[in-house]
């Protein structure tokens, strides 16, 4: 089974470009999860998707990020402009979850790893 | 609201010590409880979970029991590996919030032959 898979791996940009981070989740999984990790801490959830419709977007900051899944399936998250402190980690995720079930695993992917200068 | 607190690290083992990392949590209602580990340069995988209250995860010989009365889910492990060198992340997720992780700050281990 393939897992979690997310492009770009690596992304340096200067401050005020954009950037996009784009994510294919394993087949069948109805949620996805947009999670940023920041050096040092644990991941905090950016973005939920339960199949093309957002859960939780109460942590993103609407003003420069947005995320879109389009059919349900692939999602991309979008950085515009940019700012040092949104060097990060962005990580994706997906889970079979299709009601909020707090059990049901969720699968990372390897992670895009974004420095701003 | 929902918080997880882990022990700082780095935590430095020689090969076949005992491992204990400390996991408190805060949550309202009944979270599920969770460990995952990242190995350098890899992504966050699943090491093992608890659901309710007394119930044991277990995998790859780490144990974690759910405690509710100490409100915690300490990570243990017997006899370490240098193959164990990784961080540790616990996290909880509860139902009222849609069934997001919220991690701890991670706990990095190093065990040295």
């Known amino acids: 089974e393939a897992g979690v898979a997310q492009s770009p791996r690596y992304k340096i940009i200067e401050k005020r470009q954009s950037v996009a981070f784009w994510c294919n989740p394993i087949?069948?999984?109805?949620?996805l999860y947009w999670y940023q990790q920041i050096l040092g801490q644990g991941p905090k959830l950016l973005i939920q998707f339960q199949n093309n419709g957002v859960v939780d977007d109460s942590q993103l900051p609407k003003d420069r990020f947005s995320a879109e899944r389009l059919k349900g399936v692939d999602s991309t998250l979008k950085i515009q402009p940019a700012k040092l402190e949104d060097s990060a980690v962005y990580l994706c995720?997906?889970?079979?979850?299709?009601?909020?079930?707090?059990?049901?695993?969720?699968?990372f992917g390897p992670g895009t790893r974004l420095t701003v200068l | 609201g929902n918080s997880v607190t882990q022990m700082e690290g780095p935590v430095t083992l020689s090969e076949e010590a005992f491992l204990t990392i400390n996991c408190t949590y805060t949550?309202?209602?009944?979270?599920?409880l969770f460990w995952y580990v990242q190995y350098p340069g890899e992504g966050l995988q699943l090491l093992l979970k608890?659901?309710?209250?007394?119930d044991k995860g277990s995998n790859k010989g780490f144990e974690a029991t759910y405690r509710k009365e100490t409100t915690s889910f300490h990570l243990e492990k017997g006899s370490v590996q240098v193959s164990d060198s990784a961080v540790y992340f616990c996290?909880?997720?509860?139902?009222?919030?849609?069934?997001?992780?919220?991690f701890g700050q991670g706990t990095e281990l190093s065990v040295k032959p």
């Open positions: 995720a997906s889970s079979l979850a299709t009601s909020g079930i707090t059990t049901d695993t969720q699968y």
């Open positions: 087949s069948g999984h109805a949620t």
């Open positions: 949550a309202t209602g009944y979270p599920s």
């Open positions: 996290a909880l997720s509860t139902y009222n919030q849609g069934g997001k992780l919220i």
């Open positions: 608890a659901t309710k209250a007394d």
